[in-house]
């Protein structure tokens, strides 16, 4: 069997590690992405750990990136479907709906230059009922004796520790039409993955309830960090401690631990677009008080970014004009590069409004990538203008120096063993650090002399 991809990396090189019996080429129309992964450094042009030796065992045996879409369809007998699914930012449903334009013409592509039938997998995240629009255009296109089984077949990983996550997955969700021949396209791409995913974390549900799955997963679980966002407000004014309370909610086996960390604000390029998505559906369906408790979980991502910053300003003396904050951590979270809706970039955008000096330091995202989201914050200001303001430190040590305080915006681990009595020395007094990832010794900063503010603790000052 010759699965191709449209996208979507790191899954199908461990399908290409797990398989050796199946060839599988991921295309991609981005000639400067598919170079990167064909580099002879193994440049990847994503960091995700462990996915440069997976790629190193199978790159030319049973794995090929390329851009010629068109051969990888033509020679391919299962098509994943990875393209990107962003919120749409003009036209009906703007700021809310998924942007599907990515995925029809990816549809369409398939339907015009196919010459045998396929199995099309939809892996991108999209709204309840796209298979059916795919099924539409590929059945109104296609060659005489083509046929086309739609699946639809969630991606669950996290960025981060994706490698993990596809090698020992939770579940494996594969939907399709209950009838006879989209219960055998289901078993195909169920033997795909039971080279190496246990037979009962396989599970197969009808097309509507996989594609609703996938939003409702991300949902709940960006839910779930909103609810305890939402507890560490009421721990900073009244003087509990919002790690205690989760550990102690989270024993509750029915709660359970995972997803229970306050931070700073979630981040990622899924979960406010997936919410956002559903608040739409639940719209077009007319159920707008459902849509309502949807978007109030993005609504109190953002106040918590607000309500980060403004503690910043208001414990400097309420004025951070002029100061030197640093800003450790860029990524929106620890363990990729990956900086799209950071909670980061929002901060430095406050920061930038009143007037601070920022020094960023992240160990992955690459400079041009924060002067383009940067940019992109504050679309009114040039970058000329943007860089009087910021600038970029080589090391955690050095965007600390003569700072008056540290803001730490991802978790990443070198952040835990700083070497923090040096960079108390350096800086200026009273020297501040504001971690928005619950990360630091907090009484072991204290001793030094540091005034720490964490995230859900109001004792700490
Ligand atoms: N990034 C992640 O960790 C996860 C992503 N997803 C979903 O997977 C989908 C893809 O997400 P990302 O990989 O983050 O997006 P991305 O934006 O990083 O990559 C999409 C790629 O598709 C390519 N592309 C677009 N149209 C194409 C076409 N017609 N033919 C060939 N290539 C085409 C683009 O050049 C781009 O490189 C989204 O629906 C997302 O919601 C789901 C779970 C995890
Ligand atoms: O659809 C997707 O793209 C993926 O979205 C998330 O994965 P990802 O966004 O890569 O990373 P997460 O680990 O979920 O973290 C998301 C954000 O929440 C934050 N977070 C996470 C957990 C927590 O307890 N607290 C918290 O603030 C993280 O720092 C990060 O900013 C889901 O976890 C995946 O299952 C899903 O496949």
Redesign the pocket.
Known sequence: MAPVV???GPTCAVIALKCPNIKVTI????QS?VDAWNSSDFALPIYEPGLVDIVKACRGRNLFFSTD?DKGIQEADLIFV?????TKKSGVGAGFAADLN?VE??TR?IAAVATTSKIVVE????PCRTAESMRTILDANSKKGCDFQILSN??????GT?INDLLSPDRVLIGSLQTPEGRDACESLANVYAHWVPKERILTVGLWSSELSKLAANAMLAQRISSINALSAICEATGANIDEVAYAVGKDSRVGPKFLKASVGFGG??FQ??ILNLVYLSESLHLPEVAAYWKQVVQLNEYQKRRFSKRVVDTLFNTITGKKIAVLGFAFKADTG?TRESAAITLIKHFQEERARVVVYDPQVVESQIWMDLSEASPDISLDQIKKQVSIAPSALEACHNAEAIVIATEWKEFREINWELVYANMNKPAFVFDGRLLVDVEKLKQIGFKVMSIGRGDTY
């Open positions: 449209v996208k979507s295309v991609d129309l981005n992405r879409v990875s393209v990107n699914t962003p990515y013409l990816a592509r892996k991108s995240t999209v969630p991606e669950f990983l996290a960025e994706a390029s899924c677009k997936d990956d």
